[in-house]
């Protein structure tokens, strides 16, 4: 009887806290990316050439998409998680045109590299809309994201 019950109080209290684990996990995907995209920044800015600052800027975005590819092949992906990770694919395209200069963007002019970063930044902790997807997905990514 005690056993039974001991299992009954578990079950209930973990459908309490799944929401709270859920989105403990998504705020710290988040945070995992704000974290990624402001030491890039701080790299780019203290880097000495603008050929530096761009590929450091260049390899930071490559590995975000990097990782978001990867969590698209995750077979835990919902139809919700596969459009939010598209979303933010397609912003971290359209960061990369902007600064060399593709499919109608200008270049960003190397004077105005390090505002670039801080643009960058602010532009893609925008993107927390983007972060709309499941436990399984927000965990995976973390774990991907901390591997790369």
Same mark, same amino acid.
């Given at each position: 009887?005690? *056993?039974?019950? /001991?299992?009954?109080?578990?079950?209930?209290?973990?459908?309490?806290?799944?929401?709270?684990?859920?989105?403990?996990?998504?705020?710290? *995907?988040?945070?995992?990316?704000?974290?990624?995209?402001?030491?890039?920044?701080?790299?780019?800015?203290?880097? @000495?050439?603008?050929?530096?600052?761009?590929? #450091?800027?260049?390899?930071?975005?490559?590995?975000?998409?990097?990782?978001?590819?990867?969590?698209?092949?995750?077979?835990?992906?919902?139809? @919700?998680?596969?459009?939010? #990770?598209?979303?933010?694919?397609?912003?971290?395209?359209?960061?990369?045109?902007?600064?060399?200069?593709?499919?109608?963007?200008?270049?960003?002019?190397?004077?105005?590299?390090?505002?670039?970063?801080?643009?960058?930044?602010?532009?893609?902790?925008?993107?927390?809309?983007?972060?709309?997807?499941?436990?399984?997905?927000?965990?995976? #990514?973390?774990?991907?994201?901390?591997? /790369?």
């Amino acid at each position: 009887m005690n *056993a039974i019950r /001991l299992l009954f109080i578990a079950f209930f209290s973990f459908l309490l806290l799944t929401p709270a684990l859920a989105e403990d996990l998504g705020t710290r *995907a988040q945070n995992a990316f704000k974290e990624h995209l402001n030491q890039a920044s701080q790299a780019a800015k203290d880097a @000495q050439t603008p050929q530096e600052k761009r590929q #450091i800027l260049n390899d930071a975005f490559k590995k975000l998409d990097n990782v978001m590819e990867k969590a698209r092949s995750l077979p835990a992906a919902t139809g @919700q998680d596969l459009d939010a #990770i598209r979303k933010f694919q397609e912003s971290l395209t359209e960061k990369s045109d902007e600064l060399n200069g593709r499919n109608g963007f200008s270049a960003v002019p190397d004077q105005q590299l390090n505002q670039f970063a801080d643009y960058a930044v602010q532009d893609m902790e925008q993107a927390e809309r983007y972060f709309t997807i499941s436990l399984t997905t927000a965990l995976l #990514i973390i774990i991907i994201l901390l591997l /790369l």
